[in-house]
Protein backbone atom coordinates (compact mmCIF):
# COMPACT_ATOMS: atom_id res chain seq x y z
CA UNK A 1 0.00 0.00 0.00
CA UNK A 2 2.69 2.45 0.29
CA UNK A 3 5.11 0.72 -2.22
CA UNK A 4 7.98 3.84 -2.98
CA UNK A 5 8.11 5.68 -6.46
CA UNK A 6 10.95 7.61 -7.69
CA UNK A 7 8.93 10.79 -6.43
CA UNK A 8 8.75 9.87 -3.28
CA UNK A 9 10.77 11.88 -0.64
CA UNK A 10 13.85 9.38 0.34
CA UNK A 11 12.81 9.80 4.01
CA UNK A 12 9.79 7.96 4.71
CA UNK A 13 7.88 10.26 6.90
CA UNK A 14 6.54 9.01 10.61
CA UNK A 15 3.51 9.73 12.38
CA UNK A 16 5.42 11.52 15.18
CA UNK A 17 6.92 13.83 12.14
CA UNK A 18 3.80 15.52 12.28
CA UNK A 19 2.93 14.97 15.91
CA UNK A 20 6.09 16.11 17.34
CA UNK A 21 6.18 19.72 14.84
CA UNK A 22 7.01 22.21 17.67
CA UNK A 23 3.55 24.67 16.07
CA UNK A 24 1.46 21.33 16.59
CA UNK A 25 2.70 20.59 19.83
CA UNK A 26 2.01 24.40 21.39
CA UNK A 27 -1.29 23.53 19.88
CA UNK A 28 -1.86 20.80 21.45
CA UNK A 29 -0.61 22.14 25.13
CA UNK A 30 -2.71 25.16 24.43
CA UNK A 31 -6.19 22.73 24.22
CA UNK A 32 -5.69 20.56 26.63
CA UNK A 33 -4.33 23.57 29.32
CA UNK A 34 -7.67 25.55 28.77
CA UNK A 35 -10.50 22.84 28.20
CA UNK A 36 -13.75 24.12 26.81
CA UNK A 37 -17.22 22.88 26.79
CA UNK A 38 -18.17 22.03 23.41
CA UNK A 39 -21.09 20.05 23.78
CA UNK A 40 -24.10 18.79 26.29
CA UNK A 41 -23.69 14.94 24.71
CA UNK A 42 -21.02 13.02 27.17
CA UNK A 43 -19.31 10.13 26.68
CA UNK A 44 -18.46 7.69 29.74
CA UNK A 45 -15.06 8.89 29.93
CA UNK A 46 -16.09 12.64 30.06
CA UNK A 47 -15.37 12.86 26.43
CA UNK A 48 -18.06 15.30 24.20
CA UNK A 49 -19.14 14.54 21.14
CA UNK A 50 -20.03 16.39 18.31
CA UNK A 51 -21.17 15.74 14.30
CA UNK A 52 -18.30 16.58 12.45
CA UNK A 53 -18.51 18.04 8.43
CA UNK A 54 -15.36 18.07 6.19
CA UNK A 55 -14.90 20.14 3.21
CA UNK A 56 -12.96 18.95 -0.22
CA UNK A 57 -9.91 20.09 -1.61
CA UNK A 58 -7.81 18.02 -3.52
CA UNK A 59 -4.33 17.21 -1.23
CA UNK A 60 -5.14 20.33 1.10
CA UNK A 61 -7.00 17.47 3.06
CA UNK A 62 -3.96 16.85 4.91
CA UNK A 63 -4.64 20.11 6.77
CA UNK A 64 -8.11 18.93 7.63
CA UNK A 65 -6.26 15.77 9.44
CA UNK A 66 -4.17 18.43 11.36
CA UNK A 67 -7.55 20.01 12.30
CA UNK A 68 -9.45 16.74 13.83
CA UNK A 69 -5.93 15.59 15.83
CA UNK A 70 -5.88 18.98 17.69
CA UNK A 71 -10.02 18.38 18.37
CA UNK A 72 -9.28 14.86 19.44
CA UNK A 73 -6.49 15.98 21.54
CA UNK A 74 -9.23 18.58 23.34
CA UNK A 75 -11.22 15.67 24.30
CA UNK A 76 -13.45 15.47 21.57
CA UNK A 77 -15.05 12.83 19.57
CA UNK A 78 -17.70 12.33 16.83
CA UNK A 79 -21.10 10.56 16.48
CA UNK A 80 -21.74 11.82 12.84
CA UNK A 81 -19.31 11.91 10.06
CA UNK A 82 -20.16 13.97 6.49
CA UNK A 83 -17.65 15.34 3.25
CA UNK A 84 -16.66 15.51 -0.04
CA UNK A 85 -14.00 14.28 -1.96
CA UNK A 86 -10.88 15.07 0.34
CA UNK A 87 -13.02 15.52 3.28
CA UNK A 88 -14.59 12.17 1.90
CA UNK A 89 -11.18 10.43 2.21
CA UNK A 90 -11.09 11.89 5.85
CA UNK A 91 -14.44 10.68 6.71
CA UNK A 92 -14.45 7.30 5.61
CA UNK A 93 -11.17 6.52 7.17
CA UNK A 94 -12.39 8.03 10.38
CA UNK A 95 -16.07 6.17 10.07
CA UNK A 96 -14.26 2.61 9.59
CA UNK A 97 -12.80 2.46 13.14
CA UNK A 98 -14.70 0.91 16.08
CA UNK A 99 -15.63 2.39 18.80
CA UNK A 100 -16.28 6.13 18.93
CA UNK A 101 -15.03 6.66 22.10
CA UNK A 102 -11.58 6.44 21.04
CA UNK A 103 -9.64 8.75 18.78
CA UNK A 104 -9.07 8.32 15.10
CA UNK A 105 -6.66 10.45 14.02
CA UNK A 106 -3.71 8.57 14.55
CA UNK A 107 -5.15 6.34 11.98
CA UNK A 108 -5.35 8.71 10.17
CA UNK A 109 -1.96 10.44 10.54
CA UNK A 110 -0.16 6.49 10.35
CA UNK A 111 -2.59 6.34 6.60
CA UNK A 112 -1.32 10.21 5.56
CA UNK A 113 2.41 9.17 6.67
CA UNK A 114 2.01 6.11 4.46
CA UNK A 115 0.48 7.38 1.59
CA UNK A 116 3.05 8.81 -1.45
CA UNK A 117 0.69 11.30 -3.11
CA UNK A 118 2.33 11.28 -6.40
CA UNK A 119 1.09 7.20 -6.71
CA UNK A 120 -2.90 9.01 -6.88
CA UNK A 121 -1.61 10.66 -10.28
CA UNK A 122 -2.16 6.67 -11.92
CA UNK A 123 -2.46 7.69 -15.25
CA UNK A 124 -0.02 7.75 -18.66
CA UNK A 125 2.91 8.94 -18.37
CA UNK A 126 2.89 12.06 -20.31
CA UNK A 127 -0.36 13.23 -18.26
CA UNK A 128 1.67 12.82 -15.49
CA UNK A 129 4.16 14.89 -16.51
CA UNK A 130 1.99 17.54 -18.08
CA UNK A 131 0.20 17.84 -14.84
CA UNK A 132 3.76 17.89 -12.56
CA UNK A 133 4.57 21.18 -14.74
CA UNK A 134 0.96 22.73 -14.48
CA UNK A 135 1.31 22.21 -11.16
CA UNK A 136 4.54 22.85 -9.87
CA UNK A 137 5.87 25.50 -12.42
CA UNK A 138 3.84 28.77 -12.45
CA UNK A 139 5.42 29.59 -15.85
CA UNK A 140 4.59 26.12 -17.13
CA UNK A 141 1.94 27.48 -20.00
CA UNK A 142 3.82 30.12 -20.46
CA UNK A 143 6.72 27.89 -21.41
CA UNK A 144 4.00 25.42 -23.63
CA UNK A 145 2.39 28.55 -25.29
CA UNK A 146 6.53 30.44 -25.81
CA UNK A 147 7.52 26.37 -27.79
CA UNK A 148 4.82 26.66 -29.91
CA UNK A 149 5.49 30.28 -30.56
CA UNK A 150 9.08 29.45 -31.74
CA UNK A 151 8.08 26.20 -33.51
CA UNK A 152 5.57 28.48 -35.88
CA UNK A 153 8.44 31.17 -36.08
CA UNK A 154 11.06 28.51 -37.26
CA UNK A 155 8.76 26.81 -39.50
CA UNK A 156 8.20 30.49 -41.33
CA UNK A 157 11.99 30.92 -41.23
CA UNK A 158 12.96 27.70 -43.11
CA UNK A 159 9.73 27.68 -45.67
CA UNK A 160 11.04 31.46 -46.20
CA UNK A 161 14.33 30.39 -46.91
CA UNK A 162 13.30 27.39 -48.64
CA UNK A 163 11.40 30.00 -51.42
CA UNK A 164 14.73 32.46 -51.41
CA UNK A 165 17.69 29.56 -52.18
CA UNK A 166 15.22 28.11 -54.93
CA UNK A 167 15.08 31.42 -56.16
CA UNK A 168 18.69 32.01 -56.11
CA UNK A 169 20.26 28.94 -57.09
CA UNK A 170 19.77 28.82 -60.33
CA UNK A 171 22.15 32.12 -60.40
CA UNK A 172 24.16 31.08 -57.54
CA UNK A 173 24.72 26.99 -58.06
CA UNK A 174 26.61 26.89 -54.54
CA UNK A 175 23.59 27.56 -53.07
CA UNK A 176 22.04 24.48 -54.28
CA UNK A 177 23.40 22.68 -51.08
CA UNK A 178 21.78 24.99 -48.72
CA UNK A 179 18.66 24.40 -50.32
CA UNK A 180 18.88 21.01 -49.94
CA UNK A 181 19.44 21.14 -46.18
CA UNK A 182 16.85 23.74 -45.91
CA UNK A 183 14.56 20.86 -47.61
CA UNK A 184 15.73 18.22 -45.40
CA UNK A 185 14.77 20.61 -42.17
CA UNK A 186 11.45 20.76 -43.80
CA UNK A 187 10.89 17.10 -43.49
CA UNK A 188 12.00 16.89 -40.27
CA UNK A 189 10.03 19.32 -39.07
CA UNK A 190 6.78 17.76 -41.45
CA UNK A 191 7.85 14.56 -39.67
CA UNK A 192 8.44 15.63 -35.69
CA UNK A 193 5.11 17.22 -36.58
CA UNK A 194 3.11 14.45 -37.80
CA UNK A 195 4.46 12.02 -35.08
CA UNK A 196 3.43 14.73 -32.35
CA UNK A 197 0.02 15.22 -33.78
CA UNK A 198 -0.31 11.39 -34.17
CA UNK A 199 0.63 11.16 -30.38
CA UNK A 200 -1.63 14.21 -28.97
CA UNK A 201 -4.56 12.52 -31.19
CA UNK A 202 -3.81 9.25 -29.87
CA UNK A 203 -4.00 10.41 -26.60
CA UNK A 204 -7.06 12.22 -26.86
CA UNK A 205 -8.73 9.39 -27.87
CA UNK A 206 -7.44 7.71 -24.84
CA UNK A 207 -9.10 10.48 -23.12
CA UNK A 208 -12.30 9.87 -24.51
CA UNK A 209 -12.03 6.69 -24.35
CA UNK A 210 -11.55 6.77 -20.29
CA UNK A 211 -14.65 8.92 -19.95
CA UNK A 212 -12.21 12.62 -20.08
CA UNK A 213 -10.83 11.67 -17.00
CA UNK A 214 -6.56 11.72 -16.95
CA UNK A 215 -6.04 9.13 -14.58
CA UNK A 216 -8.27 6.10 -13.69
CA UNK A 217 -7.88 6.45 -9.93
CA UNK A 218 -7.56 2.81 -9.36
CA UNK A 219 -4.69 2.93 -7.21
CA UNK A 220 -6.93 5.32 -4.87
CA UNK A 221 -9.72 2.89 -5.04
CA UNK A 222 -7.85 0.21 -4.18
CA UNK A 223 -6.44 2.32 -1.51
CA UNK A 224 -9.86 3.04 0.32
CA UNK A 225 -10.45 -0.54 -0.46
CA UNK A 226 -8.20 -2.10 1.80
CA UNK A 227 -8.06 0.22 4.56
CA UNK A 228 -11.87 -0.74 4.85
CA UNK A 229 -11.16 -4.39 4.49
CA UNK A 230 -8.40 -4.17 7.25
CA UNK A 231 -10.80 -2.50 9.33
CA UNK A 232 -13.40 -5.09 8.53
CA UNK A 233 -15.65 -3.08 6.12
CA UNK A 234 -16.05 -5.71 2.96
CA UNK A 235 -19.96 -4.66 2.40
CA UNK A 236 -22.77 -1.55 2.25
CA UNK A 237 -23.81 -3.09 5.59
CA UNK A 238 -20.60 -3.16 7.01
CA UNK A 239 -20.11 0.49 6.82
CA UNK A 240 -24.18 1.43 7.67
CA UNK A 241 -23.55 -0.56 10.68
CA UNK A 242 -20.11 0.47 11.97
CA UNK A 243 -21.34 4.21 11.57
CA UNK A 244 -24.33 3.51 12.91
CA UNK A 245 -23.14 2.44 16.39
CA UNK A 246 -23.13 4.85 19.32
CA UNK A 247 -21.27 4.66 22.13
CA UNK A 248 -22.65 4.86 25.82
CA UNK A 249 -24.08 8.30 26.14
CA UNK A 250 -25.20 11.10 28.43
CA UNK A 251 -26.42 14.39 29.04
CA UNK A 252 -24.63 17.00 30.80
CA UNK A 253 -26.36 18.58 33.54
CA UNK A 254 -28.92 19.95 34.39
CA UNK A 255 -30.79 19.65 30.96
CA UNK A 256 -32.91 16.02 30.86
CA UNK A 257 -33.12 15.62 27.40
CA UNK A 258 -32.87 11.59 26.39
CA UNK A 259 -29.73 10.21 24.28
CA UNK A 260 -31.14 7.15 23.42
CA UNK A 261 -32.41 8.55 19.85
CA UNK A 262 -28.63 9.61 19.20
CA UNK A 263 -26.96 7.16 16.64
CA UNK A 264 -23.75 7.78 14.39
CA UNK A 265 -24.00 8.44 10.49
CA UNK A 266 -21.73 8.58 7.71
CA UNK A 267 -22.46 10.61 4.97
CA UNK A 268 -20.06 11.15 1.55
CA UNK A 269 -21.53 13.65 -1.33
CA UNK A 270 -20.92 12.59 -4.91
CA UNK A 271 -22.51 14.10 -8.06
CA UNK A 272 -24.09 12.27 -10.66
CA UNK A 273 -23.77 13.70 -14.81
CA UNK A 274 -26.77 11.82 -16.48
CA UNK A 275 -29.83 12.46 -14.17
CA UNK A 276 -27.82 15.46 -12.86
CA UNK A 277 -28.32 14.86 -9.13
CA UNK A 278 -26.33 15.54 -5.80
CA UNK A 279 -26.44 12.05 -3.72
CA UNK A 280 -25.72 11.06 -0.59
CA UNK A 281 -23.97 7.86 0.25
CA UNK A 282 -24.16 5.12 1.70
CA UNK A 283 -27.85 6.37 2.38
CA UNK A 284 -29.03 6.40 -1.22
CA UNK A 285 -27.16 2.83 -1.94
CA UNK A 286 -30.58 1.34 -2.61
CA UNK A 287 -31.47 3.59 -5.81
CA UNK A 288 -28.99 1.42 -7.19
CA UNK A 289 -29.24 -1.82 -5.69
CA UNK A 290 -32.41 -4.27 -4.57
CA UNK A 291 -31.25 -5.42 -0.62
CA UNK A 292 -30.70 -9.06 -2.06
CA UNK A 293 -27.97 -7.16 -4.04
CA UNK A 294 -26.58 -4.62 -2.25
CA UNK A 295 -23.07 -6.47 -1.73
CA UNK A 296 -22.54 -5.83 -5.00
CA UNK A 297 -22.34 -2.57 -4.77
CA UNK A 298 -18.14 -1.83 -3.25
CA UNK A 299 -18.64 0.62 0.29
CA UNK A 300 -15.32 1.99 -1.47
CA UNK A 301 -16.61 3.35 -4.28
CA UNK A 302 -18.70 5.80 -2.61
CA UNK A 303 -15.12 7.45 -1.35
CA UNK A 304 -14.32 6.96 -5.29
CA UNK A 305 -16.91 8.93 -6.45
CA UNK A 306 -16.70 12.01 -3.95
CA UNK A 307 -13.22 12.52 -5.24
CA UNK A 308 -13.66 11.82 -9.29
CA UNK A 309 -12.07 15.82 -9.45
CA UNK A 310 -13.61 16.29 -13.39
CA UNK A 311 -10.80 15.85 -16.14
CA UNK A 312 -8.20 15.27 -13.00
CA UNK A 313 -9.63 11.39 -12.39
CA UNK A 314 -12.09 9.14 -14.69
CA UNK A 315 -15.63 9.45 -13.99
CA UNK A 316 -16.85 6.80 -11.33
CA UNK A 317 -20.08 4.39 -12.70
CA UNK A 318 -22.25 2.48 -10.91
CA UNK A 319 -23.31 0.25 -14.12
CA UNK A 320 -26.58 -2.67 -14.27
CA UNK A 321 -28.80 -0.31 -11.96
CA UNK A 322 -32.42 -2.81 -12.16
CA UNK A 323 -34.61 -0.48 -13.49
CA UNK A 324 -37.56 -3.30 -13.82
CA UNK A 325 -37.75 -3.45 -9.67
CA UNK A 326 -40.30 -1.66 -8.55
CA UNK A 327 -39.16 -0.53 -5.32
CA UNK A 328 -36.37 0.81 -6.94
CA UNK A 329 -38.16 2.63 -9.43
CA UNK A 330 -40.49 4.01 -6.40
CA UNK A 331 -37.26 5.01 -5.04
CA UNK A 332 -36.41 6.91 -7.95
CA UNK A 333 -39.27 8.47 -8.57
CA UNK A 334 -39.81 9.51 -4.84
CA UNK A 335 -36.42 11.54 -4.46
CA UNK A 336 -36.05 12.58 -7.84
CA UNK A 337 -39.37 12.59 -10.06
CA UNK A 338 -37.90 10.10 -12.32
CA UNK A 339 -40.40 7.33 -13.05
CA UNK A 340 -37.74 4.88 -13.87
CA UNK A 341 -33.72 5.50 -13.16
CA UNK A 342 -31.07 4.88 -15.90
CA UNK A 343 -29.89 1.61 -16.85
CA UNK A 344 -25.94 3.34 -15.62
CA UNK A 345 -24.91 6.43 -13.84
CA UNK A 346 -21.70 8.31 -13.78
CA UNK A 347 -20.54 10.28 -10.93
CA UNK A 348 -18.10 13.29 -10.61
CA UNK A 349 -16.81 14.65 -7.51
CA UNK A 350 -19.21 15.68 -5.25
CA UNK A 351 -17.68 19.37 -5.03
CA UNK A 352 -19.59 20.34 -8.16
CA UNK A 353 -22.61 20.54 -6.02
CA UNK A 354 -21.19 20.51 -2.28
CA UNK A 355 -18.03 20.52 -1.60
CA UNK A 356 -18.99 21.66 1.81
CA UNK A 357 -22.36 20.08 3.26
CA UNK A 358 -22.98 21.40 6.29
CA UNK A 359 -26.57 20.85 5.90
CA UNK A 360 -26.72 17.53 6.06
CA UNK A 361 -26.95 17.06 9.85
CA UNK A 362 -29.34 20.19 10.34
CA UNK A 363 -32.52 19.42 11.91
CA UNK A 364 -34.79 22.57 11.74
CA UNK A 365 -37.28 21.26 13.77
CA UNK A 366 -34.78 21.23 16.94
CA UNK A 367 -34.93 24.33 19.16
CA UNK A 368 -31.71 23.90 21.72
CA UNK A 369 -28.74 21.36 20.39
CA UNK A 370 -27.44 18.97 22.34
CA UNK A 371 -24.66 18.80 20.18
CA UNK A 372 -23.30 21.07 17.85
CA UNK A 373 -22.37 20.49 13.74
CA UNK A 374 -19.32 21.32 13.75
CA UNK A 375 -17.15 22.09 10.28
CA UNK A 376 -13.74 22.36 8.72
CA UNK A 377 -13.72 24.80 5.60
CA UNK A 378 -10.84 24.77 3.86
CA UNK A 379 -10.40 28.49 2.74
CA UNK A 380 -7.98 28.58 -0.48
CA UNK A 381 -8.69 31.75 -1.76
CA UNK A 382 -6.07 34.63 -2.21
CA UNK A 383 -6.27 38.36 -1.65
CA UNK A 384 -6.59 38.76 -5.33
CA UNK A 385 -9.59 36.63 -6.02
CA UNK A 386 -11.43 39.05 -3.73
CA UNK A 387 -10.92 42.42 -6.17
CA UNK A 388 -14.21 43.90 -6.96
CA UNK A 389 -12.87 44.92 -10.51
CA UNK A 390 -14.33 42.11 -12.66
CA UNK A 391 -13.21 44.54 -15.70
CA UNK A 392 -9.45 43.64 -14.62
CA UNK A 393 -10.09 40.23 -14.45
CA UNK A 394 -8.63 37.60 -17.27
CA UNK A 395 -10.14 35.18 -18.99
CA UNK A 396 -8.73 32.16 -16.90
CA UNK A 397 -10.25 34.57 -13.98
CA UNK A 398 -13.30 34.93 -15.18
CA UNK A 399 -14.26 30.92 -15.76
CA UNK A 400 -12.95 30.10 -12.69
CA UNK A 401 -15.27 32.56 -11.05
CA UNK A 402 -18.17 31.45 -13.13
CA UNK A 403 -17.73 27.73 -12.39
CA UNK A 404 -17.04 28.88 -8.31
CA UNK A 405 -20.57 30.64 -8.52
CA UNK A 406 -21.96 27.15 -10.13
CA UNK A 407 -20.31 25.01 -7.47
CA UNK A 408 -20.63 27.17 -4.47
CA UNK A 409 -24.07 28.09 -4.92
CA UNK A 410 -25.91 25.32 -3.13
CA UNK A 411 -23.61 25.22 0.15
CA UNK A 412 -23.82 29.17 0.38
CA UNK A 413 -27.32 29.25 -0.19
CA UNK A 414 -28.15 27.32 2.83
CA UNK A 415 -25.45 29.23 5.10
CA UNK A 416 -27.18 32.70 4.09
CA UNK A 417 -30.25 30.76 5.05
CA UNK A 418 -28.77 29.25 8.25
CA UNK A 419 -26.63 31.84 9.82
CA UNK A 420 -26.08 30.04 12.83
CA UNK A 421 -24.40 27.11 11.26
CA UNK A 422 -21.44 29.25 10.61
CA UNK A 423 -20.42 29.11 14.20
CA UNK A 424 -19.81 26.07 14.43
CA UNK A 425 -17.16 26.47 11.19
CA UNK A 426 -13.54 26.91 11.66
CA UNK A 427 -11.58 28.26 9.12
CA UNK A 428 -8.03 26.57 7.82
CA UNK A 429 -6.03 29.34 5.70
CA UNK A 430 -4.04 27.43 2.78
CA UNK A 431 -3.91 29.95 0.05
CA UNK A 432 -0.10 29.43 -0.21
CA UNK A 433 -0.91 25.22 -1.77
CA UNK A 434 -2.41 24.07 -5.17
CA UNK A 435 -5.00 21.80 -4.25
CA UNK A 436 -3.60 19.59 -6.61
CA UNK A 437 -0.41 19.11 -5.79
CA UNK A 438 0.36 15.51 -5.53
CA UNK A 439 3.94 16.04 -5.10
CA UNK A 440 4.14 17.61 -2.16
CA UNK A 441 7.30 17.47 -0.22
CA UNK A 442 7.68 15.88 3.30
CA UNK A 443 8.28 19.73 4.72
CA UNK A 444 5.03 20.67 2.86
CA UNK A 445 2.96 17.87 4.37
CA UNK A 446 3.78 18.70 7.60
CA UNK A 447 3.45 22.10 7.13
CA UNK A 448 -0.23 21.81 5.75
CA UNK A 449 -0.75 19.46 9.28
CA UNK A 450 0.21 22.12 11.33
CA UNK A 451 -1.66 25.15 9.70
CA UNK A 452 -4.97 22.31 10.57
CA UNK A 453 -3.76 22.11 13.51
CA UNK A 454 -3.65 25.88 14.20
CA UNK A 455 -6.73 26.27 12.95
CA UNK A 456 -8.46 24.01 15.35
CA UNK A 457 -6.89 25.62 18.08
CA UNK A 458 -7.58 29.22 17.20
CA UNK A 459 -11.33 27.82 16.61
CA UNK A 460 -12.06 26.11 19.97
CA UNK A 461 -10.39 29.27 22.00
CA UNK A 462 -13.03 31.16 19.81
CA UNK A 463 -16.16 29.05 20.12
CA UNK A 464 -18.79 29.51 22.76
CA UNK A 465 -21.04 26.72 23.29
CA UNK A 466 -23.62 28.52 25.01
CA UNK A 467 -23.80 31.41 22.55
CA UNK A 468 -24.03 28.61 19.68
CA UNK A 469 -27.05 27.35 21.58
CA UNK A 470 -28.49 30.76 22.44
CA UNK A 471 -28.39 31.98 18.87
CA UNK A 472 -29.59 28.54 17.41
CA UNK A 473 -32.81 28.92 19.99
CA UNK A 474 -33.37 32.28 18.92
CA UNK A 475 -33.06 31.45 15.28
CA UNK A 476 -35.80 28.81 15.65
CA UNK A 477 -38.27 30.89 17.18
CA UNK A 478 -37.34 33.18 14.40
CA UNK A 479 -38.67 30.65 12.19
CA UNK A 480 -41.82 29.78 14.31
CA UNK A 481 -42.85 33.14 14.12
CA UNK A 482 -42.26 33.43 10.33
CA UNK A 483 -43.83 30.33 9.44
Same mark, same amino acid.
Given at each position: ?????????????????????????????????????????????G?????????????L???????????????????????????????????I #?? +??? &?????? !??? @? $??? =??L??L???????????????? #?P +??? &?????? !??? @? $??? =????????????????????????????F???? !????????????????????????????????????????????G????G??????????????????????????G???????????Q???E???????????????????A?????????????????????????????????????????????????????????????????????R???????????????????????????????????V????????????????????????????W??????????I?????GA?AA??F?????????????????L??????
Amino acid at each position: MSAKSPHQNKKQLTPDDFKNDPRVSACVDQVRAHPKIVSDVLGEQGEQYVNLVQKGGGVLGVALVGYVYVLEQAGIRFLKLAGTSAGAINTSLMAI #QE +DKS &KTKSDY !LIS @A $LAD =LDLFRLVDGHPFARMLIRGLVQ #QP +DFM &KRIRNL !LRN @A $LIF =LALILVSAFVLLGLQHKYPVLGLATCFVFILIG !LYVLVAGVTGAYVSSLLKRLKTAGFGINPGDFFYDWVKAHMKANGIHTVGDLEARAATAPALKIRSPRKEPVADLKGDVVFIASELVTQNKFEFPAMANLFRTADKMNELQPAGFVRASMSIPVFFESYYIKDIPGNDAGVNALWEEQFNLKAPPDTVRFVDGGILSNFPVNVFYNKDIEVPRLPTLGIDLDDSKPGDKQDEPEQWSFAGYLGRMFNTVRFYYDKDFGLKNRIMNLGVGKVPVAEYNWLNFFLTNEQKIDLFAIGAEAARKFLDEFDWSAYKGDRQTFFLQQQNES
